[in-house]
T-cell receptor, first 113, second 109 residues
Framework: DTAVSQTPKYLVTQMGNDKSIKCEQNLGHDTMYWYKQDSKKFLKIMFS???????INETVPNRFSPKSPDKAHLNLHINSLELGDSAVYFC????????????FGEGSRLTVL | ELKVEQNPLFLSMQEGKNYTIYCNYS?????LYWYRQDPGKSLESLFV?????AVKQEGRLMASLDTKARLSTLHITAAVHDLSATYFC?????????FGAGTRLTVKP
């Protein structure tokens, strides 16, 4: 029973297209994140939600729009995809008031051609 | 802004040797995390260090935290090939969890 699950795992698309990635966690955590990992393995925080409320909104192009319909789900929609958006996108969740460690999904590898 | 610096970024070791990875951060925080990532995989939590002086050990890895120096170390004892991976430290300030650049460890026979 996967704790943090992301779909799809792979996306290959053309520049200019729009795509979405979905994330669900069954750990009962209140806080969820999106991270972008580039080809050099650097992990950049993009967004964080706590109980459906946006609490961290990093300097990310506004082509990226997160949405949290409930505290177990956090989706990421990307408009007008560009070559530089190619990366692995990780969803993660945590229980801030416990140990606070992040539990990651398997990642969604986005390739923009 | 919270900055997290790891060094070295690349580490090639012989099996059986010892080495330490360092993680410095710029802003006061009492919580520091170490994660491991295998090639093509996700990140998994290795250690959670929640207070000054915390030390955690698991197998050949030992992590420690000095909040006054804003420094954490990950010590590898008698490295084996299975430890080859990328290791990340991460620090958080009120839900803003920032990662170091990662240390890519290769253990050679």
């Amino acid at each position: 029973d996967t704790a943090v699950s992301q779909t799809p795992k792979y996306l290959v698309t053309q520049m200019g297209n729009d795509k979405s990635i979905k994330c669900e966690q069954n750990l009962g955590h209140d806080t969820m994140y999106w991270y972008k990992q580039d080809s050099k393995k650097f992990l950049k925080i993009m967004f964080s939600y706590n109980n459906k409320e946006l609490i961290i909104n990093e300097t990310v192009p506004n082509r990226f729009s997160p949405k949290s319909p409930d505290k177990a789900h956090l989706n990421l929609h990307i408009n007008s995809l560009e070559l530089g958006d190619s990366a692995v996108y990780f969803c993660a969740s945590r229980d801030y008031w416990n140990t606070g460690e992040l539990f990651f999904g398997e990642g969604s590898r986005l390739t923009v051609l | 802004e919270l900055k997290v610096e790891q060094n070295p970024l690349f580490l090639s070791m012989q099996e059986g040797k010892n080495y330490t990875i360092y993680c410095n951060y710029s802003t006061t925080s009492d919580r520091l995390y170490w994660y491991r990532q295998d090639p093509g995989k996700s990140l998994e939590s290795l250690f959670v260090l929640l207070s000054n002086g915390a030390v955690k050990q698991e197998g050949r890895l030992m992590a420690s935290l000095d909040t006054k120096a804003r420094l954490s170390t990950l010590h590898i004892t008698a490295a084996v090939h299975d430890l080859s991976a990328t290791y990340f430290c991460a620090v958080d300030i009120y839900n803003d969890m920032r990662f170091g650049a990662g240390t890519r460890l290769t253990v050679k026979p």
